[in-house]
């Protein structure tokens, strides 16, 4: 049902806007040769390229979560020119081209980068390796955990931890009994946006980590290899990407209005 309050007129530009998202996937899903989807997404090429994206995603998201949460904290609850400066270097990924992105850590990681020398010394290769693709999955994705948390943060406001401050408590169980609990919907819509972002990163990964079945090709790179030789199969992979996206992206919203349940 559509509030009283929201202009009629919005209703077509809306509608507009979603035929004009809707219109390719709908396309895509009646171009998909239905007969040899099947075969055509459990080869073992696509089979390795889902396997390895689920892993990798599921590891850099973890990452994620690690640094994501403290820079969130900080960006939420400081002000200042260093944290508007902090703020800005964090999105960074987020408006850069991704290719952008792996020329970067490229040149951070690999054997002729910054601390490839150091690498090598302690027997690490990261370029080219599953390594590199979590990597390039962590620096695209970890943004959109940030703002999301960020903003439940601020939404949440200080004036719960202010009071558990004054009732004695450090700032340790502050923040690990208030502040995260408040903050636990955007939290969890954050992480699972960063993981569908890590499913879909393709321009870092592939400039960073090359392309090496089962190694580095996750399934965007796969996707991007079967256009050129089978687009039969790019488009059936193509859908299922699509259709985890959009599973992902369900269970985000459906997770996020269980928590603002369980919390009002």
Not at 85 to 91: F, H, I, N, P
Not at 93 to 101: A, Q, S
Not at 115 to 123: H, N
Request: hydrophobic letters at 55%.
């Amino acid at each position: 049902m559509i509030p009283a309050l929201v202009p009629r007129w919005l209703l077509v530009p809306a509608a507009l806007g979603t035929l004009f998202v809707a219109l390719p996937i709908v396309a895509m899903a009646l171009t998909v040769d239905w007969g040899s989807f099947g075969s055509l997404i459990t080869s073992d090429a696509s089979t390795d390229a889902l396997l390895l994206s689920l892993r990798t995603g599921a590891t850099s998201t973890v990452l994620c979560v690690l640094l994501g949460i403290p820079l969130a904290v900080v960006l939420a609850r400081t002000t200042g020119t260093g944290a508007t400066l902090l703020r800005s270097l964090v999105l960074v990924p987020l408006v850069i081209p991704p290719v952008v992105g792996g020329i970067a850590l490229l040149q951070a990681f690999g054997r002729r980068g910054l601390l490839g020398s150091t690498l090598d010394v302690l027997g690490v290769q990261v370029a080219f390796s599953t390594t590199a693709v979590v990597l390039a999955q962590t620096f695209v994705a970890m943004p959109f955990l940030v703002l999301s948390l960020e903003g439940a943060l601020r939404t949440a406001g200080t004036r719960y931890e202010d009071v558990a401050a004054t009732l004695g408590a450090g700032p340790t169980a502050v923040f690990r009994r208030v502040t995260l609990p408040l903050a636990l919907p955007g939290l969890v819509s954050g992480t699972i946006l960063a993981f569908a972002r890590c499913l879909g990163e393709f321009g870092a990964t592939i400039t960073f980590a090359g392309s090496l079945q089962g190694t580095t090709r996750t399934l965007p790179l796969e996707i991007y290899l079967q256009r050129e030789g089978d687009p039969r199969a790019a488009v059936a992979l193509s859908l299922v990407l699509v259709a985890v996206a959009v599973l992902v992206i369900g269970l985000t919203r459906a997770r996020r209005d269980t928590l603002t349940g369980g919390l009002s």
